[in-house]
């Protein structure tokens, strides 16, 4: 429904959320430039490769990142069936809400929350519980299913390039098979073009029924310098545009960008509005935005003010 | 120019290389099944996912697989900067052109043979190695152009599916990056989708420019059991059609077809002309055709006899 909304409104002005500020601008000159035939900075189609991060890029990623939600929502979930975890960190923070502990289990704690969540089941029951979760989890402060918390100006920036014969991917940091049972319906983007990290699968014939079934181990971290390589991995060309908001997203913005000569476009949206959404950057926990954000001053990335630049957030409906 | 000549036949009889016999009528009688709007076996045009094997099934697979030609190049090409290799195996029996040797080096003297040839240089460098050798080496049975040795059945196949709304997809055994470079031009499929074998990457910086390196690490093999894991990786839908030519192939047939309930299609080429190709199956060394062939019976797979089936097997230029 989303996504015909835009395409409504994009008949005058495919941008409409977007205020008509130097982002705005920058977009367009740089789609009608790879567009126009005969132009020396023509790109064809085939080429015309866009890639986004998804967290605090696409959809929100605060109070934490949501795939962080459903991983402690699914413990709560599962602690019946494991009366161990009530002395067992990093569980018992989840279970008690002891976020202070939580953040003390660090990286080690968290891929152990991963793994006994996300791990251990086919790859068909994984799909079913996150569709299931998404379909019915509420974000804390709006109060609204996280597919509705998507970024309305970034939905039209989807369409628009898609609508000028590009192909859109998800690059996230997030799990590959986290955000594929619903970026279709919600993005526009279907399975095949999302990238993301993962854990290992494993194929295996259960009551002769072929099977993949998900191991407790990670097999790839799609995040910081991993980006390209999953842009390469699954893709295989390299991209002319790329939209992140955090230090997560350097690697990326410079595989895309620094090319030395062809036209590119690397943009960041910077979390500025604390009343419409949030506002942080190099010093939040959740989407640090530092490193990333003095780089787009050399290499002339455009930076998104959302406060001043956005002209609505979210769809309302 | 080969798939220019396929559309324009196409107009008349999609299949016009394909004899009347059988699995002709199998593939028809699936593609209208599941393009039919209506039936009960409809399937929409994004779930249309059909996945073909390279070696042996779109092209030619022997006297040895096209990539392991190209290793042994490489080795030859690179022998002068390497004078060790005149004493150590597997590059020795490769330079003595002991193939008796080479084969006893077996499956480690061969992983051995690619790292040497396909690592430790940027990605970029790679593509292009691969782009000049394969615009002119010349396989020893034809004479010819590796890609001029590519099965026009196949061509037609992948066009007529094309055409009725399917994504096609290469899934190989071989590398990724070896297949890549050549067959958008080839055979219409983007590099986005080809799924492959691959060896690990690393982003790093070299004198300020964003460089993909590689990394003589294996990082995936995507055969046998591993090709539904790179099927899922890659397109994260469940393949509604697949072909393949050996063993290899036997769990992408699986995890394709036996889903109990929606109509699949599942097909093996079996190589049985050694006038105007080669005639193997079950002992072959390369592209062995036994499990699978065993499988096919109980699965019906629609299993082409290239002899009986195929009226012309490749295109004359
Ligand atoms: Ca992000
Ligand atoms: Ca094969």
Do not use: C
């Not at 900075?41 to 866009?50: G, K, Y």
């Not at 955090?246 to 690697?251: A, F, I, K, P």
């Not at 500025?272 to 954000?293: C, H, I, Q, V």
Request: glycine share 6%; hydrophobic share 40%.
């Amino acid at each position: 429904a989303l996504l015909l909304v835009t395409s409504a409104k994009a008949q005058s002005d495919p941008l409409p959320s977007w205020n008509d500020t130097a982002p705005k601008a920058a977009i367009v000159s740089f789609v009608e430039k790879v567009t126009k035939e005969g132009s020396p900075d023509f790109v064809p189609e085939p080429e015309r490769i866009a890639v986004f991060d998804n967290d605090g890029t696409l959809w929100v990623e605060h109070p934490m990142y949501t795939q962080l939600a459903f991983a402690l929502d699914r413990v709560k979930a599962e602690a019946a069936a494991h009366p161990e975890w009530k002395d067992k960190q990093p569980f018992k923070a989840v279970l008690e809400g002891d976020m202070k502990a939580l953040a003390a289990a660090g990286e080690k704690g968290l891929v152990e929350l991963i793994m006994e969540t996300h791990a251990d089941m086919t790859h068909d029951e994984f799909q079913k519980v996150v569709s299931e979760w998404i379909a019915t989890a509420r974000d804390p402060k709006f109060n609204k299913p996280y597919t509705e918390l998507v970024y309305q100006p970034m939905l039209e920036l989807l369409a628009y390039l898609r609508a000028n014969g590009f192909k859109t991917f998800i690059v996230s940091g997030g799990g590959i098979e986290f955000v594929r049972p619903w970026a279709e319906q919600v993005y526009g983007v279907p399975p095949e073009q999302v990238v993301g990290s993962s854990i290992k699968t494993q194929f295996q014939m259960r009551d002769g029924t072929p099977t993949l079934f998900r191991l407790p181990q990670v097999n790839f971290i799609d995040d910081k310098a991993g980006k390209p390589v999953g842009i390469n991995a699954h893709i295989g060309r390299r991209p002319i545009a790329a939209f992140g908001n955090s230090d997560g997203d350097l690697e990326m913005l410079q595989w895309t960008t620094m090319t030395g000569g062809s036209v590119r476009f690397g943009m960041l949206i910077h979390h500025t509005d604390a009343d419409r959404e949030y506002a942080y950057d190099r010093k939040s926990e959740f989407g640090r935005l530092d490193k990333a954000l003095d780089a787009a001053a050399i290499n002339n990335w455009t930076v998104v003010d959302m406060k001043a630049d956005w002209k609505e957030i979210f769809l309302e409906k």
